[in-house]
């Protein structure tokens, strides 16, 4: 068993000077934005799949996911309906630390993201393996609402929120980049929001 580490992470992503990204307005509320109902998650029946490109396929169930090393990262988050809520505590599990359980077949460059009801989104490796990506369980040191992707979502806070998949059942590892459900509907490959990649048909 992993002894949990309890490190901490603060992301600072000021740029020119600028406190949040171009086009973006500051809030301190937290909306919910989701496409869809909350699903019901069962704890008893969560699983955590780890598949594609993995020598081995790995599942985790929910004692042995909370059993990883813990993580803390502080960062903003920035939702493409341009609110920023700029102070987010989230605690939660490294994507790096999950990454520890498989080995990745060479070819493997991107991810996607699964989640229960349905719900998935792309990422590179290269980004989902940077230090402030984590698996997240708690949100300002209280434990993940349902409404905010509880028991568990994705938090990348260097894309804009559509890549923080809530309700996370898996990553797949592939050998290409592919769109997500907002990524078929519109929204850019990358979605770094310093960069405005709001969407994809901006010839970019
Ligand atoms: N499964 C799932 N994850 C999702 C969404 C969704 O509809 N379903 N919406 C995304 C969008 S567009 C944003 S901005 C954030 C919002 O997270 P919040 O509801 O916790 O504010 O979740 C993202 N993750
Ligand atoms: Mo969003």
Redesign the pocket.
Known sequence: MLRKLGRTQTIRQDQEGLEVPPGQFVTEK???????PTPKIDLETWRFKIFGLVEEEVELDWDQFTDLAELKVEAP?H???QWS?LENTWEGVAFNEVMKLVSPKPEATHVMVH???G?T?NLPLDVVTDDDVLFAYRHDGEPLPP???GPL?LVVPKR?????????SGVELMDKDAPG??EVRGYHMRGDPWNEERFWDELT
Do not use: D, N
């Open positions: 937290f909306p919910v934005l989701t496409f869809g988050f939702c493409v309906t809520r989640c229960f009801g719900y989104t409404a905010h992707g979502r804009y929120g559509w890549k923080s998949a809530k309700w996370v459900f907002w």
